[in-house]
């Protein structure tokens, strides 16, 4: 028998405290905005006032109109949105890989000793490589196409995502993988159907760090014979100390990145909510 | 006094004193040396007030006094003669270019030499497909064969002729059809003026370095002490210095001080590139002028001691 | 006719001084219910998972069907002792997960495993996440995973502990009809010595430090229950008190007692 | 009552068990040589044969002798071991303080709303940013000396080790945070005694990311009015086209990198075993 | 006199349907040992979990000493149905936590914890690592580790679930001890009826769907054991026998079943 619960009218007390919990979930929110606005001013005040030269330290102002100009006419030879497409679709490739290879180089290194054996090395020598140092070689080996500068981002992105995977992995209690070999999962099975799950939301946490990683180096990567894109419109105005339009890049580059940070987040609260409760 | 200098690892004479603590001694300040790949980070360095003298390409120095950051040209370290070239293969006349990959580290000396010799030649720079790419990428892309031609320096210009490539223009070409680059020291204004002294010794102990080169160029072969000391400091292999100096045409502390160099000629070339740049799109706009940015005070003070 | 044998079985935790188990000796065949009892401490986790494959004997063998056992299989199913279910899905996949692993359709393994959860009184929760099952659900849950893997063997660590006595009484007859039906080869360990009674068809008490067989007795009263005679009747019969009075003496026998 | 257990005869099953138990444990290690030494042999035949020209991919001979020479007489004025002493000082500068303030920043993050709503905005705001890009905006900020250098490192360590400690607070189990605050512990105690050390192994993986993107990160950073470091000597020898100066560089920076992964892994097997055993 | 009660608390997950405890009112006073009994998903875990301060009530108000509950305290210990130890540290560090998180000095805790230890039958244990201690053994720390916090409410939630007879006798003797010497206020779930009324002061029954209190009852032979009479003794008179049979009852009431 189940018994209906009718909700009984609430006290005073009660009110005040569903108050306070609406008050508490609206608080980062309004705290970031605080934060936000306060940065603004502070840069509008530094700016203008004179404690930095606006060569270096263009008024928010300016870099908004920037931004307009950025969007309308565009800067060297494409405009803001060329650019954003041009580099978002370097980005995204290269994760596309950086996942497609780091997700098994992961498994591996954390299921099987020799593959620990042959995969750890290659990736702890990969790993600290510096992109700058190295681009000759890719270029020697991949040319001056797409392929070098995905690669070069890739390269950067793929030590997070598999270091993230193998510790994912690792994350599987001991009696979860038990049980699984105890019901006779192979090992294929094991991997698809609980070290995967288990790893999944530390392979979101590798994605997220290699997000990051790629945007930071997707300028050395459009070093490589770009034409286009935002790392290469934000080398060129840097060089010509067009710092609005540095500063302009930046901000579209952090705003892009965050938004995919959130998007992974949602992921992560929508489709992995055992990982915050247990 | 402190003196803090921002060089490039460029094969010329003032590595000499620059090794053997002449400047130290001559200025009687305390000197800091701190080494810069390109100009950008150099224009950036004194605009931060991290350091006084500084050597720079005329593209960033064009830049930084086109930002109107107060600064003067001291010295000219010489004219690009055939230091920087544009070398090319299967491409016999500037026509030809059109359609072809040319590759060239994008806001140096030589894009703008690259830019103003396409222009020399009536070749629409939107026809030939221009890359930016960094001197090292440059010899690796050449090697793999994804590019027809680049216009470098040195030693990657040299890579490029001995593997088949063939100089179309030089820099000192290039300076002919009205758009010389050259190097140079700038200075911070703010300093000069606190240690005109120490700028003027500055100047005297560089001029001193380029006579001594001019004097007897074939002395510092490559198994001189110069040539070692040089290459010790920039990186680049002893037995190339003698070659990569022949790369400038370096002016006598006379000729500095001459309607040619920082007498007039400079100011010029400044004038003339910031307008490139203009038209490039690359600035947003030129001053209406840029004698201010040039000083013949210390290169006569040095001649005068 | 199939039998899971542990032969003269010690073994030692890398890093202790002391044995665990020391020369353990055990058959559990096909048709046997084990019921294992001992104090707490005294070995019979690492029992069970020495036979479930998931250690590796320092000395002596395990063997199924004449083989050495080299490591878990699926006809050695296991209810653990920490529920280790599969945090990432909800009740009825982690019931399903030894159906799927078998490539049963997913309808199929759904309606088994929902007619499972309804045997273990969890009807209608399948969609319930893991996270949401109360302790004594989660067991339940963990017992019907394990009856959906049909196996040849069932080893069971404490899987009714965190149940109330009359879902516990519950759980115990269904374990008993299915290991009827089945034919399957059970090893339970409890601390409930009327559940051992109740349940097995042998019972083996576990002496402590190092883990030791202490006493090996065979029982009729689940064969009993099974054919027909009360529950409650059986479990105050004379012969089923006296036998508890004697087991739980048996385990508590103070010269087996744990090393301070 | 304590029974001794002597130690029974191995029987021959027994022995061969060991036996291949020993094997198990050596193969890894014996894989991981095995392509090592399949790499360096393909390279030499590679620069050998003139699949490569020896410009771009020197034959691992005259890698070595590179390395002699560097170790002996050094390169731009300073000895393999000079430019080794810089730049590590300057990764683990930065390493020190991106740990002094991105584990407290994890911290927050994972445990304040408040905190989270103001430092979330700005570590993610950080996190995308290209070094090459801001590298002339931290010369006018922080000037050419060392402060620039270990800031830029830094920036890209510090988000690893923010939202692995963020991740790795979050990993301790409500039960246990549930624990601790009933038994009175304070905010600060409840992060001292609970959260920091179920966040540490998630803190070492950061650690480790982190390093890795240090490494990258250096010769980017030595870009800037360097004198000395790895990263300049790289640098300066890819300017002259003296490959083996640079890949003898990039294989010492492997070797260091390496070296403190070892290292890491070795304190987490330490001192973290429970991360392995639960 | 310090009381923790709950007024008319009535409680619901995010998200879910239905009331997991509807309009429940109880008071825990220091001195009193009230023991709750319920099946399994009737509310148990959750009623203690709101009491703890870990959860806060839909409805009704949750009040100690006159002042709302708004989260857990130090005043009021928990050992948790999952032990909820901290797997970084020993056994002896576990139970030392909340010494150490007073400031008590690294010596004067360690040798209580060391005590306590030797009290639950882990004497000479408290070096062994969290993950290399049994699951029976894990309980005991916990409830050392609770009793190491000297509280004046205790909250327990099926502490002696996995614990063998005789260790489990021994731990209810330990516990009413404590409980009487310190006179805290305890909280107790079990499953063992037994057990509930061995060591309440009052027994209440969780009536499940939504949770609700079906009955409230209080006893005395916790009392007598601790004014010394024989335990055995107490458990086999008839009052408490009959007292076992209603509250089993009542636990199973079929108006009170589990919806499916
Ligand atoms: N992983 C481990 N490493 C080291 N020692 C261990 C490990 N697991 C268990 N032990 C030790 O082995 C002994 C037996 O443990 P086991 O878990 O088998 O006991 P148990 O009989 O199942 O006890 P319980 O009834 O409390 O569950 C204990 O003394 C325990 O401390
Ligand atoms: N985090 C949660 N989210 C949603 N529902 C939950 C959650 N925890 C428990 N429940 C539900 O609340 C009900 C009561 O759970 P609770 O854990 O309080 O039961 P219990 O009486 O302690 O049971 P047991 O004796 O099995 O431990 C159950 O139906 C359970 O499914
Ligand atoms: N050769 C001059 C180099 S730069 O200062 O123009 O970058
Ligand atoms: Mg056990
Ligand atoms: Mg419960």
Redesign the interface.
């Known amino acids: ?5 009718e ?2 009218p ?1 006290s005073q ?2 009110r005040d ?1 569903a108050k306070t919990r609406r008050w ?2 609206a ?6 905005l ?3 606005a306060f940065v603004i001013a502070l840069w509008h005040v530094a700016s203008t006032s004179g404690w ?2 606006p ?3 263009p008024p928010p102002a300016s870099i908004l109109s920037a931004f307009l100009r950025l969007f309308h006419t565009g ?2 030879d494409s405009t803001l949105l060329q650019h954003i497409g041009a580099s978002l679709w370097r980005v995204f490739s290269a994760l596309f890989f950086s996942v497609l290879v780091g997700v098994p180089a992961g498994l591996l290194i954390a299921t099987s ?2 593959g ?3 995969l ?3 990736v ?2 990969l ?11 890719v ?3 991949f ?3 797409e392929t070098s500068k995905v690669l070069v981002i890739a390269l ?1 992105m793929a ?2 995502i598999i ?2 995977t193998a ?1 994912g992995v ?2 599987a ?4 993988v ?9 090992p294929l ?1 094991l991997l698809t ?2 070290l995967l ?2 790893a ?3 392979i979101l ?1 590798g994605i ?2 290699a ?3 790629g ?6 990567a459009e ?5 286009r894109g935002l ?2 419109m ?3 105005a ?6 609005d339009v ?1 500063i302009a ?2 901000l579209v ?2 705003a ?3 938004a995919f ?1 959130a998007l992974l987040r949602f992921i992560e609260r929508r489709y ?7 | 006094v402190d003196l803090r200098i921002g060089w490039q690892p460029i094969v010329e004479p003032s590595r000499v004193p620059q090794a053997d603590g002449t400047y130290e001694q001559a200025t009687g300040a305390t000197v800091t040396w701190n080494r810069f790949e390109g100009g950008a980070d150099v224009v950036a360095a004194i605009a931060s007030g991290s350091i006084d003298i500084g050597y720079v390409g005329s593209s960033p120095l064009t830049v930084a006094v086109s930002q109107q950051l107060p600064i003067e040209t001291i010295f000219v370290v010489g004219n690009i003669a055939e230091a920087e070239a544009l070398a090319v293969k299967g491409v016999t006349t500037p026509e030809e270019l059109a359609g072809k990959k040319i590759a060239t580290p994008f806001v140096s000396t030589a894009h703008y030499s690259l830019l103003t010799a396409l222009k020399h030649w009536g070749v629409d720079a939107g026809s030939v497909e221009i890359l930016n790419l960094r001197p090292p990428e440059i010899a690796a892309a050449w090697e793999r064969g994804d590019i027809d031609g680049a216009y470098v320096w040195d030693p990657v210009l040299t890579q490029i002729k001995s593997t088949g490539g063939t100089v179309l223009a030089d820099s000192a070409d290039v300076a002919e059809w009205g758009g010389p680059t050259f190097d140079a020291w700038i200075v911070r204004k703010e300093y000069a003026e606190a240690n005109p002294d120490v700028v003027e010794a500055f100047v005297k102990v560089t001029g001193d370095a380029y006579a001594a080169y001019l004097a007897d160029p074939e002395a510092w072969n490559a198994e001189s002490a110069e040539a070692g000391k040089i290459a010790e400091l920039s990186g680049a292999n002893a037995a190339d210095v003698p070659l990569l100096l022949k790369g400038y045409v370096f002016p006598s502390l006379e000729q500095q001080a001459s309607a040619d160099f920082l007498g007039g000629g400079t100011t010029e070339a400044i004038a003339a590139t910031a307008a490139f740049l203009v038209e490039q799109g690359r600035i947003s706009a030129a001053l209406p002028d840029y004698s201010g940015a040039v000083t013949t005070k210390f290169v006569e003070a040095a001649i005068g001691q | 006719m199939s039998e899971l044998r542990l032969n003269a079985v010690s073994f030692v935790y890398e890093g202790a001084r002391t044995n665990v188990l020391d020369r353990v000796t055990l058959g559990i065949g096909k048709g046997d219910f084990v019921v294992v009892l001992g104090q707490s401490g005294s070995g019979k986790t690492s029992l069970l998972n020495l036979a479930a494959g998931f250690l590796e004997p320092n000395h002596g063998r395990i063997i199924l069907d004449g083989k050495d056992v080299t490591g878990p299989s699926a006809e050695r199913a296991v209810v653990f002792q920490d529920d280790a279910l599969f945090a990432w899905s909800n009740a009825r996949d982690n019931v399903a997960f030894p159906l799927k692993l078998r490539g049963v359709s997913r309808d199929e393994r759904n309606a088994s495993a929902d007619a499972l959860l309804a045997d273990v009184g969890l009807g209608g929760q399948g969609d319930k996440k893991i996270w949401e099952l109360s302790g004594g659900m989660r067991q339940r849950v963990g017992i019907a995973r394990a009856l959906a893997a049909e196996p040849e063997f069932l080893l069971m660590d404490e899987p009714l502990g965190a149940l109330d006595a009359m879902t516990r009484d519950q759980m115990q007859e269904l374990l008993l009809t299915v290991w009827s039906r089945s034919g399957t080869g059970a090893l339970l360990i409890t601390h409930s010595v009327e559940e051992a009674l109740f349940l097995a068809t042998r019972v083996v008490v576990l002496a402590a430090n190092p883990g030791r067989i202490a006493l090996t007795q065979d029982f009729e009263f689940g064969r009993r229950f099974l054919a027909g005679e009360n529950a409650r009747a059986l479990k105050s019969e004379p012969a089923f008190v006296a036998a508890r009075e004697e087991l739980i003496a048996a385990i508590h026998r103070p010269d087996y007692e744990v090393a301070a």
């Open positions: 028998m189940t018994v209906a619960t909700a009984a609430l007390a009660e405290r508490r979930k608080l980062p929110a309004l705290a970031g605080g934060v936000t930095v030269s060569v270096f330290l800067y060297v000793p020799t620990r054996g042959v750890d090395p290659i702890e020598f790993r600290p490589l510096p992109p700058l140092a190295y681009l000759p070689l270029i020697i080996w040319g001056i196409g950067s030590p997070a270091i993230s510790a690792r994350s209690s001991k009696s979860q038990n049980a699984a070999r105890a019901f006779g999962a192979t099975q159907h609980v799950p288990a999944v939301p530390s946490t997220r760090i997000l990051g990683a945007w930071t180096t997707l300028v050395a070093l490589v014979a770009a034409g790392g290469y934000i080398q060129s840097a060089q010509f100390l067009v710092t540095v890049g930046i580059i952090s892009i990145a965050f940070e992995v909510p055992w990982s915050r409760n247990q």
